[in-house]
């Protein structure tokens, strides 16, 4: 089974730290993402990488960015954490790019208050 | 902007009956179509993707698609409380996916 691991699943930050939610994937797929669910407003893409070192904005790029240095991780970094930006982080993956591209597999979630 | 609509629900069926959930998509050029299913407090997890006109049955759950209407449905027969959850329904066309808000179903026993 793909197995998408988010490091925390619940985190309390103070508003102006920085924070990094790391995501780690074991079965070599080529794409991750990283979303924030919102009640109300559903799944909303932050940022998305179809491979290492490329990164691409979604939706609601502001106030973040990624970093995926090796194929299995990618990390989503809040650089000065907001009260805004409390919410439920998923990260997920899937295979290579084509017709099947978008079969995600989630991690847990990390839910993140900011203070 | 492509938008992927969903009645958010609660939509609420007795144990048994079929559930029909349904979604509407804005971008004719989308070209997969997939049904993820969410309980309260975990992540979604993917049940059903469909990617051309008409049905696709997979045990109790059918997907079926019409992109002249644009419109994508999942049927849930026999249902049970089990299958009480938020539904999201997401489409795809070379793009990341784009999901709906999602619908509540609540299976009464």
């Known amino acids: 089974d793909v197995k998408v691991t988010q490091s925390s699943r619940y985190l309390v930050k103070r508003t102006g730290e920085k924070v990094f939610l790391e995501c780690v994937q074991d079965m070599d797929h080529e794409n991750m993402f990283w979303y924030r669910q919102d009640p109300g407003l559903g799944l909303r893409l932050i940022y998305f990488?179809?491979?290492?070192?490329?990164?691409e904005k979604g939706d609601i790029p502001e106030g973040y960015s990624v970093s995926r240095e090796k194929k299995e991780r990618f990390s989503l970094i809040l650089e000065s954490a907001s009260t805004n930006q409390t919410s439920m982080y998923l990260c997920?993956?899937?295979?290579?790019?084509?017709?099947?591209?978008?079969?995600?597999?989630f991690g847990s979630g990390t839910q993140l208050s900011v203070l | 902007q492509k938008e992927v609509e969903q009645n958010s629900g609660p939509l609420s069926v007795p144990e048994g009956a079929i559930a029909s959930l349904n979604c509407t998509y804005s971008d004719r050029g989308s070209q997969s179509f997939f049904w993820y299913r969410q309980y309260s407090g975990k992540s979604p997890e993917l049940i059903m993707f469909?990617?051309?006109?008409g049905d696709k049955e997979d045990g109790r759950f059918t997907a079926q698609l019409n992109k002249a209407s644009q419109y994508v449905s999942l049927l849930i027969r026999d249902s049970q409380p089990s299958d009480s959850a938020t539904y999201l329904c997401a489409v795809s066309g070379n793009t990341p996916l784009v999901f709906g808000k999602g619908t509540r179903l609540s299976v009464i026993a």
């Open positions: 990488s179809y491979d290492v070192k490329m990164k």
């Open positions: 469909i990617y051309s006109n």
């Open positions: 997920a993956s899937s295979e290579t790019q084509g017709i099947n591209n978008e079969k995600l597999f």
